[in-house]
């Protein structure tokens, strides 16, 4: 089918669901949705079952792994539910998304490590931290 | 004379694009950015949270008040939606009114019982004594969790709103972007308490 027919269909019949971001709709799939849900309810039961079970003695161990899961669920929640990847809008969802994350990390990571040494460089507050004071 | 003539319909012939766009594609980049957006509103929120969230002026800790049982289960109802949200996207590429509408109907249901887990906390927490004026720390719990809440509860309206139009309107394109867009806020919202319950929640049990 040449370019030009495949246009004129698009034209009489609407939009054809098996045909990719031609109507900005994202490309459904039970098997998608299944895979996603499925990767996130393993991805949200471990961190759970490791902190309220205690299964590891070290809270910074658990705290890390922990993250970690909420990472990967993260990326599997932008590619399977939100329908994420290079090509939708032309590259600009992606754009916006990475600006976005760049933005996020500067203001997180920067909030915290700046409050963090303000924090530890400040006056004692109570009369107990200041008799306490090294 | 005639030569920049020739370079001017030269260049001019490039601007144009050979493939007419869809007017659809604006409206879908254009949530995006507002999503974008949100999740920056959501990034100060939580950046205030990790500032403060140690300040418990003397007062109960996250360990002390934080219920995880519920706290799973409410997890579980947002995943839930957002699976039956997917199963409406579904039955909509199939063009199935009905089932879409029982499927959008459904998620609904458990948008409605994730709200009401989350106030029974917040009741649960303020008749404890531990409301947001206790501590900088329960301020931005509040705050935070109580904006999600927020989100979500709009999402529950306009979740309705959609279901009556689809019911009148039937599946035009213009319903379908709607839909669509609703479904992007819908799991957007999922992946904001992804952090929520891990950064809030299980990061503060283990503090």
């Keep these: 089918m040449s370019a030009a027919t495949h246009h004129q ?3 009489v019949h609407g939009h054809d669901d098996h045909h990719h971001h031609d109507d900005g709709m994202p490309h459904v799939s039970f098997k998608g949705y299944m895979t996603g849900f499925i990767l996130s309810v393993i991805l949200t039961a471990i961190p759970f079952w490791l902190v309220m079970a205690k ?6 161990v658990t705290a890390v792994i922990v993250v970690g899961f909420a990472v990967v669920q993260l990326l599997v929640h932008m ?3 939100l329908h994420l990847d290079t090509t939708s809008e032309g590259g600009w969802n992606m754009l916006a998304l990475i600006f976005t994350a760049m933005l996020l990390v500067i203001m997180f990571a920067g909030s915290l490590w700046v409050m963090y040494h303000m924090n530890t460089n400040m006056m004692p507050v109570s009369v107990e931290d200041m008799r306490n004071m090294p | 004379m005639s030569n920049t003539a020739t370079v001017n319909n030269a260049s001019a012939q490039e601007f144009y694009l050979t493939e007419e766009h869809h007017v659809e594609n604006g409206t879908m980049l254009g949530f995006w950015l507002y999503l974008m957006s949100d999740c920056l509103i959501f990034a100060c929120l939580f950046a205030m949270y990790g500032v403060v969230g140690a300040n418990y002026a003397a007062g109960p800790s996250p360990k002390d008040l934080f219920d995880l049982d519920l706290v799973a289960l409410n997890t579980a109802m947002l995943l839930l939606s957002s699976i039956t949200y997917g199963f409406a996207m579904i039955e909509m590429a199939r063009k199935n009114k009905g089932a879409t509408l029982i499927w959008l109907a459904i998620t609904g249901c458990f948008g409605l019982a994730f709200l009401s887990i989350e106030l029974y906390e917040f009741h649960h927490l303020i008749h404890e004594g531990a409301g947001p004026q206790r501590s900088a720390f329960l301020s931005a719990f509040f705050t935070l969790v109580g904006t999600h809440g927020l989100h979500v509860t709009f999402g529950c309206i306009w979740l309705v709103t959609l279901m009556i139009q689809l019911h009148k309107n039937g599946f035009t394109p213009v319903m379908r972007r709607r839909i669509n ?3 992007l806020f819908w799991h957007f919202l999922d992946v904001v308490w992804i952090g929520v319950f891990t950064f ?8």
Excluded: A
């Design chain 1, 9 to 11: 269909d698009d034209l």
């Design chain 1, 79 to 81: 590619v399977y539910f």
């Design chain 2, 200 to 207: 809030v929640y299980l990061l503060g049990v283990l503090r």
């Design chain 1, 55 to 60: 299964v590891i003695p070290d809270n910074k």
């Design chain 2, 181 to 183: 867009c609703l479904s």
